[in-house]
Structure formats: structure tokens, C-alpha cells
């Protein structure tokens, strides 16, 4: 067993083996197997404090789940359209506030500026603000 004192954070990899969790701590040389994912962090942390002969209090373990390339592709992807909409969500929101005043400066009611555009006469006083 090593009794070298790892750096401050101890790195490790969880990876999905059948219905379990296969954990390595490549820093120790060694790792564990979970029965959940919940079960993960104290594994881990169980394994390096054994490892280490010390309480698990003292060991700080980050574990990092092992996904397919692909699904990692395809949340990045899903992640960067979310942005997209947000951006445009705010442009949006720019260009309606825009509409309403432009309505409002040539002498349309908040009643007109309602129906012309299908929202709530309070809707519109929003859109004033």
C-alpha cells in the first residue's frame, strides 16, 4: 500500500460496468466498485482513505463519470442551441417593447396595442414600461 499524501484533491473515474460502477483512482493506483451512482463519492472516498490509512473525512475525492464521446457531443450541441435561444429570447423581447412603443408614440390605446398584437391590454402596459 502507498502511504504517499496525494495532492488536495484526489482525481477518479467512474465508469458504468453492467448495473454497476467501476471506479479508478489512478493517483492511488488503485479503485472500487459501486452498486449506484449514489453510491460513488463514498466508494471512492472509502477506497482512497483505506488506501491512504487515513479517516475518509480527511480525503477529498472528485470523481468524474465516464460518458460516450457522443453523448458528450450531443449535450455540447443541446447546450449551445440553449444559448442560441436565449440570446434570441432576449431580442425578442427588445423587439416587441419596440413594436408597443412605436404603436403608443403614433397615438394607439394600450386597448389597440392589445388587440393588434394579441395580448393582454396589461400585457402591453408591460411592454411601455
Not at 482512497?48 to 449535450?75: C, F, G, K, M, Y
Not at 419596440?98 to 408591460?126: K, N, P, W
Request: net charge negative; with cysteine.
Amino acid at each position: 500500500m502507498s502511504t504517499a499524501i496525494p495532492s488536495a484533491v484526489i482525481e477518479a473515474t467512474a465508469t458504468l460496468r453492467g448495473k454497476g460502477w467501476a471506479i479508478d483512482i489512478p493517483e492511488l493506483g488503485t479503485g472500487g466498485q459501486a452498486s449506484t451512482v449514489k453510491r460513488i463519492d463514498a466508494t471512492a472516498t472509502e477506497v482512497a482513505a483505506l488506501w491512504l490509512h487515513r479517516s475518509p473525512e480527511d480525503v477529498d475525492v472528485n470523481v468524474t463519470l465516464q460518458i460516450p464521446d457522443e453523448t458528450l457531443v450531443i449535450w455540447g450541441s443541446a447546450q449551445e442551441l440553449c444559448e442560441v435561444a436565449r440570446a434570441a429570447t432576449l431580442e425578442a423581447a427588445v423587439l416587441r417593447k419596440r413594436a408597443v412603443q412605436g404603436l403608443r408614440e403614433q397615438g394607439y390605446t394600450l386597448d389597440a396595442v392589445a388587440r393588434a398584437f394579441g395580448i393582454s391590454t396589461q400585457r402591453a402596459h408591460q411592454l411601455t414600461q
